[in-house]
């Protein structure tokens, strides 16, 4: 079983399909939110493949995405966690916030949960957030979680073309 997190206001667990699609669609679908996440909205076919391939990655790396759970309302409201692809420079702990539920503190909640456990569970020493030009939500995120800026990029793992911001923190 992989593990589970809770925060206050949070479960962040293994990505549930039946629970999970219909919200996990809903964010990809929306293009201000894939913007900044590898491009283009995305139709359910698509969105399904972007689910079945972060699930791939728990069995690779043996990480990979939670889906965030709202304890009050049992919703889903993104995706959340330790993510290493081909073409990363390292792994890094990236989020994925559902429009409806941005701008309440969910992704910072969630985000320094997960820096935790890359830390203490993981063995991580360092994390770091890639973070597409003009995602100031992001980047205020980042920051509010304790990281710095570290450099800027011309592009993220072959699957953002143009400029990009490396944040990170290294353990205390």
Same mark, same amino acid.
């Given at each position: 079983? !992989? *593990?589970?997190? $809770? ?9 549930? *399909?039946?629970?999970?699609? =219909?919200?996990?669609? $809903? @964010?990809? @679908?929306?293009?201000d939110t894939m913007r900044f996440i590898g491009g283009n909205a995305l139709?359910?076919?698509? @969105?399904? %493949?972007?689910? @079945? ?8 790396? &043996?990480? /990979? ?19 290493? *692809? ?5 792994? =890094? ?9 941005? %701008? !309440? /503190?969910?992704?910072? $909640? ?23 030009? /003009? ?10 979680? &304790? ?7 011309? =592009?993220?793992? /072959?699957?953002? $073309? ?11």
């Amino acid at each position: 079983m !992989k *593990p589970i997190i $809770e925060t206050e206001r949070l479960v962040l667990r293994e990505i549930n *399909p039946e629970h999970d699609f =219909e919200g996990w669609a $809903e @964010a990809c @679908a929306d293009a201000d939110t894939m913007r900044f996440i590898g491009g283009n909205a995305l139709n359910e076919q698509l @969105a399904w %493949r972007n689910m @079945a391939m972060i699930m791939g990655h728990w069995a690779i790396h &043996g990480f /990979g995405f939670f889906s965030v759970i709202e304890k009050s309302s049992g919703k889903w409201i993104g995706r959340i966690g330790p993510w290493g *692809p081909l073409g990363w420079p390292q792994p =890094e702990i990236g989020w994925m916030i559902h429009p409806v539920h941005t %701008r !309440k /503190g969910f992704a910072a $909640e969630a985000g320094a949960a997960c820096i935790d456990y890359a830390f203490n569970t993981l063995g991580w020493n360092d994390v770091i957030h890639m973070i597409a030009d /003009g995602n100031d939500g992001s980047i205020a995120v980042a920051e509010k979680i &304790g990281s710095t800026y570290r450099e800027t990029v011309n =592009e993220i793992g /072959g699957v953002y $073309e143009g400029k990009a911001y490396i944040y990170g923190q290294s353990k205390a």
